[in-house]
């Protein structure tokens, strides 16, 4: 129940929190600001990364946690004698997740963030989109290059993982 | 009465204990408390000012429907309602179609799958911000598409969805599916590998025509493998007789000019354990082909166009066993269209990959009659249908071949094709 609880967190479009986190960060007094916005990924990301691990440690055969239990450890012995050691794709698929998605996010950098707390796609977007002056498709063309680049080197350097990541969801889920 | 004090036994649950059954859920509150709070919590809240009479700033009094009854006389509201109606539909569906198309393409063991994969998912990794903003410039007709082909001369072009309102959205699909599809074919590829890696799972694609029951066998094979066994006898004619039976028809498989191959058949079904001995791992790569035989194999069957120094030494003589693999490249064959088609796998071996150690050699018998219209092209079609196809010599000296010596004309034009081989063609079925 607490995994299809939040299962759904990763799928709501998340227009539908904003008011409601704009006010929150208003009162935390930290709208409009990079730690406003660090906390919204946060919160947001954490439906995506508990899926993951959550899909990574149910391949796990349970004899190998009960095999621990019998010997005597405890939760957290088992987290991190067993556990944690074998969880370093699952970690590299978060992370890997988790860079890309907040890099490429639009959404709750336009919303959460004003003026030099902007992130690059919000300045891209701000950028091409500029009415005023000349269009200097040489500066919005590298802009986009820039933008699109991170990405690039991620998935060529880890395409594996980052692929799993995508597909994490929907086979095993 | 003999069961209380054996219950009193049980020790009660120490303090420790307690601790570990409330731990995990201690470990995990974290989590639970924000996903209810932000995401429920907010949806909540939400759906509640949906129902007050906030302006620009909230106001907490009750509205009751007025906000939606003004949504909905709104009438950008529905055009943007009618635009994610075209655009929804259409990036599904052409997503769903593009990816399966890229999917089933990247899944016939073609040269260089994983990097035209990475190429294929990489838009995927792309913001959406770049893609749109890439895109704009691409389909700008004063600058991308129409302005190249304007260029490139041919000035009566126009591609300007862009500028135009009525198509606008469908340039947002255009972008949308660009970036998508990818990922689209990612998951149908990761679904295939998915179905067909635990060793317990049927193959999730048949090939059709052989999925006729194998009388009293159970394997779970792509139903049916049958072994062909053929008799390679130049400039003689035998009947095709598939079961024993004689068949109508009068198999004459030129190999060149100076040979022709008969063909008898016999079909045994599969033994189960078979199939699942050569399961191990991907199927295709179970039923690949040993390529350094491919070379070398086909240039025997090529036996009339060799020269007499280039045989054997024991040409002419009951041939050992030998082995044919033929894998020309010929994705959708006619035989069976939609059958999933590899190619070029250099694998095998592991699986005692030598079709000498395989006693079983199958084929695909209601196949096997359309041998007399030449057993390369067939085999062609075969292995273009998706089948690797042996084709194995055993000794000769089996009653049940027709006249072993060739022909004196057969060995004077090169031909080293052995005067009564057993052959065996052995055609198997991938699945996904």
Same mark, same amino acid.
């Given at each position: 129940v607490l995994f299809s609880l939040l299962l759904i967190g990763c799928f709501i479009p998340f227009q539908v929190i904003l008011l409601p986190m704009a006010r929150t960060l208003g009162a935390l007094g930290i709208s409009q600001s990079l730690s406003g916005l660090i906390m919204v990924h946060i919160v947001y990301g954490l439906a995506f990364t508990t899926l993951f691990f959550r899909n990574y440690y149910v391949t796990i055969p349970d004899e190998l946690i009960k095999a621990a239990r019998i010997d005597g450890a405890g939760f957290f012995r088992i987290f991190w004698k067993i556990i944690l050691p074998i969880s370093a794709p699952i970690f590299v698929v978060s992370i890997i997740w988790q860079t890309t998605q907040i890099w490429n996010d639009f959404l709750f950098g336009v919303v959460f963030s004003t003026g030099e707390n902007q992130p690059i796609t919000v300045a891209l977007n701000n950028l091409v989109n500029t009415s005023t002056g000349v269009k200097k498709y040489n500066v919005d063309m590298a802009a986009a290059i820039i933008a699109a680049l991170p990405t690039l080197v991620v998935y060529l350097l880890a395409g594996k993982y980052f692929m799993r990541g995508l597909t994490a969801g929907s086979v095993k889920g | 009465?003999?069961?209380?004090?054996?219950?009193?036994?049980?020790?009660?649950?120490? &303090?420790?204990? %307690?601790?570990?059954? %409330? %731990?995990?859920?201690?470990?995990?509150?974290?989590?639970?408390?924000?996903?209810?709070? &932000?995401?429920?919590? &907010?949806?909540?809240?939400?759906?509640?000012?949906?129902?007050?009479?906030?302006?620009?700033l909230p106001r907490y009094e009750f509205a009751g429907f007025y906000q939606y009854i003004k949504l909905f006389t709104n009438d950008r509201w529905w055009v943007a309602s009618k635009n994610l109606l075209i655009f929804g539909g259409l990036f599904v569906v052409l997503c769903i179609l593009i990816g399966l198309l890229l999917a089933i393409l990247l899944d016939q063991r073609i040269r260089a799958e994983g990097a035209l994969r990475t190429i294929y998912l990489y838009p995927m990794a792309l913001s959406f911000i770049v893609t749109g903003t890439a895109w704009k410039w691409i389909l700008n007709p004063g600058l991308?598409?129409?302005?190249l082909v304007h260029q490139m001369g041919f000035t009566d072009f126009t591609f300007d969805w862009l500028v135009d309102p009525e198509m606008a959205i469908y340039t947002v699909v255009i972008a949308g599916v660009w970036q998508s599809s990818g990922f689209v074919m990612a998951l149908f590829l990761a679904g295939c590998a998915a179905s067909t890696t635990p060793s317990s799972r049927p193959p999730r694609w048949t090939v059709p025509a052989c999925r006729a029951s194998t009388g009293g066998s159970s394997s779970p094979v792509c139903a049916r493998s049958f072994s062909a066994r053929s008799s390679f006898c130049p400039h003689r004619h035998q009947e095709l007789r598939p079961g024993g039976r004689p068949h109508p028809r009068r198999p004459r498989l030129c190999l060149g000019s100076a040979g022709h191959l008969h063909v008898r058949l016999r079909l045994h079904p599969q033994p189960a354990g078979l199939w699942r001995r050569q399961r191990h791992g991907d199927a295709g790569r179970v039923m690949a082909i040993i390529i350094p035989y491919l070379y070398s194999e086909l240039r025997q069957v090529q036996w009339i166009k060799r020269p007499e120094s280039a045989q054997k030494p024991n040409a002419g003589q009951c041939r050992p066993r030998q082995a044919v693999h033929l894998q020309p490249a010929d994705p959708f064959g006619p035989l069976f269209p939609g059958a999933p &088609?590899?190619?070029?796998?250099?694998?095998?071996q592991e699986h005692g990959g030598h079709p000498h150690r395989q006693p079983d050699l199958h084929a695909l018998g209601h196949h096997l009659r359309c041998l007399e219209r030449g057993l390369e092209q067939r085999l062609h079609r075969w292995s273009a249908a998706g089948a690797s196809v042996t084709i194995s010599g055993t000794p000769s000296g089996s009653p049940s071949r027709g006249r072993s010596s060739p022909p004196s004309s057969g060995r004077s034009t090169g031909t080293s094709f052995p005067s009564g081989v057993f052959a065996e063609a052995r055609c198997f079925f991938p699945c996904c």
């Open positions: - | 009465m003999t069961d209380s004090p054996h219950t009193k036994q049980y020790p009660r649950r120490s &303090f420790m204990d %307690v601790l570990e059954i %409330v %731990v995990p859920k201690v470990v995990l509150a974290p989590t639970t408390i924000a996903a209810l709070l &932000f995401v429920y919590g &907010f949806i909540l809240w939400t759906a509640w000012i949906s129902f007050t009479k906030s302006r620009l991308g598409l129409e302005r &088609f590899r190619h070029g796998p250099h694998i095998g």
